[in-house]
């Protein structure tokens, strides 16, 4: 079993800078891809961007390509979303989540964390 932690939400000012961790405990952490998903009010829960085990595979939602980056540290179990360049409709409850495929279906992941509040204000 595992368990995910996210830190590093808040409320920043259009065009801002947010990075977001995610600290896993519990199962191998090297072994599984890891996955950024948000949710907006009123919208569906979407993915966001994602890394595999190894980091070679690393894919990104057309609406952050170049603005935010996935990275991640085995030996810390953690996995990192650096945000850049935010706008208002990155505004979101950003979750990470964990699973044996890279996929950027959020049925293929089996853990999620509790989700940490972006806020970008304009």
């Known amino acids: 079993q595992v368990q995910l932690e996210e830190f590093g939400g808040g409320l920043v000012q259009a065009g801002g800078s947010l990075r977001l961790s995610c600290a896993a405990s519990?199962?191998?952490?090297?072994?599984?891809?890891m996955g950024w998903f948000r949710q907006a009010p009123g919208k569906e829960r979407e993915f966001v961007a994602g890394i595999n085990w190894s980091g070679g595979w690393k894919y990104y939602t057309d609406s952050v390509k170049g603005r935010f980056t996935v990275s991640r540290e085995n030996a810390k179990k953690t996995v990192y979303l650096q945000m850049n360049s935010l706008k208002d409709e990155d505004t979101a409850v950003y979750y990470c989540a964990t699973g044996p495929r890279a996929t950027t279906d959020g049925n293929g992941y089996d853990a999620w964390g509790q989700g940490t509040q972006v806020t970008v204000s304009s």
């Open positions: 519990g199962r191998s952490f090297s072994s599984y891809t």
